[in-house]
């Protein structure tokens, strides 16, 4: 049993096709035939049933299935440990994280961090929070940041932002004046809101007593899109405050606090405490500490030390 043959497994298993695995990993379908026939003769059973259209795993691929992930895993993480010994940061670096965070919270992390380390390339996944979540858990991504709170039990969960979410109108609105908005008036008027996601559901949650009253005039799919349709007067919204900051500087937009509420929408960064992390995974770590702690923030020049290997 060699690291190649359950390669080759592992991509039989995922595309239930020899032909196709072979394809993937640029090998011919004979080769694949003869990996998958070696390691069912070592494992003294048959690994997948060929009696069907798709080639379906049998009860012992099944068990050999999740041992030839971890192996395979533990096989990268000891090489790359290796490689890092004593080396400056560099690979790819894999983070998952939603539009607005991507737009309004890490591009200053983001400029520090290839500040420093130049070499490390960052690749972001883009999606809801528990479409992140998923992709940490798969190994996909190393590291995600999402909205919080996150129950994963294997999940090491940093805070990292915390904005206080409020009432965003056009200058020339009626409300514009007030210094605080109550439910009350905040229904009154067309309300353009998220379609999905943690600010949704905080949202409906709010105007749960005034669901016969609420005036839902759109649903849009981003904060940019929200921003833009609230100034040109098709309806208020709630959004957090960082998020229309530029406009609010630019005379476009005006946040105003909800009164006698306090909301808040607070991200942590997540990444599985059971699982290697290379050292650009490490390095990010302390580059968005320091960048969310100012007074333990790194000296400009110095590079942050990485945590502990886990």
Partial sequence: MDYD????????????????????????????????RLLEQECGERLFDRSGKKVQLTPAGEILLGYAQKILDLHKEALQAIAELNQTPRGKLYIGANEATCLYVLPKTFARFKQLYPLVQISIYRNFSHKILQKVQEGAVDLGIVTLPQSANNMEVIPVFKDEMQVVVPVSHPLAKKRSVTLEEFVQFPLILPKTGHTRV???????????????????????????????????????????????????????????????????????????LSLPAKIFIEVVRNSTAPAQAAAPGNGPRPPASR
């Fill in 5 to 36: 043959q359950l390669a080759s497994f592992l991509e039989v298993a995922k595309l239930q096709s020899f032909s196709r695995a072979a394809e993937k990993i640029y090998r011919t379908q004979p080769a694949i035939s003869a990996q998958i």
């Fill in 202 to 276: 905080v949202i409906d949650r709010l105007l749960r007593d005034y669901r016969d009253v609420v005036q839902l005039s759109m649903e849009l799919a981003s904060v940019e899109t929200i921003k833009k349709f609230v100034g040109a007067g098709l309806g208020i919204s709630i959004i957090s405050r960082t998020y229309a900051q530029a406009e609010v500087a630019a005379g476009v937009l005006k946040l105003i606090p909800l009164e006698g509420l306090k909301l808040y929408r607070e991200l942590g960064l997540v990444y599985r405490r059971d699982r290697y």
